[in-house]
């Protein structure tokens, strides 16, 4: 059974960073398109990073993270991580981890792909 927990969210001020875990259960992370989602109130959802580490490996960040935002995981602990550097307050949201078999890295892209999802933590920057 797969099964995605996330923690490391809470409440930080702009400037600020905070790191989110996803503890996986049911699959090994490396060989599913791993992702971070997060949806703000009155938004659409976002895909803010994704990686994968099988076949062709690759990451992917948003523009709106890239250069602040850090997709890893730690294999022996079958956790995927996101670190969050300089947070802005358009950064608050609800934060998601998603999985999903592809056996294509590039259909990590596709939000599709991603069937198995957490609960969310969420994630608020003040000004």
């Known amino acids: 059974q797969v099964k995605l927990v996330e923690s490391g969210g809470g409440s930080v001020q702009a400037g600020g960073a905070l790191r989110l875990s996803c503890a996986a259960s049911?699959?090994?992370?490396?060989?599913?398109?791993m992702g971070w989602f997060r949806q703000a109130p009155g938004k659409e959802r976002e895909r803010v990073a994704h990686?994968?580490?099988?076949?062709?490996?690759?990451?992917y960040y948003a523009d709106s993270v890239k250069g602040r935002f850090t997709v890893s995981q730690d294999n022996a602990k079958n956790t995927l991580f996101l670190q969050m550097n300089d947070l802005k307050p358009e950064d608050t949201a609800m934060y998601y981890c998603?999985?999903?078999?592809?056996?294509?890295?590039?259909?990590?892209?596709?939000?599709?792909?991603?069937?198995?999802w957490g609960q969310g933590t969420q994630v608020t920057v003040s000004s």
């Open positions: 990686l994968i580490t099988s076949g062709d490996s690759l990451q």
């Open positions: 049911g699959f090994t992370v490396g060989t599913y398109c």
């Open positions: 998603a999985a999903g078999g592809a056996y294509l890295s590039s259909l990590c892209y596709r939000d599709t792909t991603y069937n198995f």
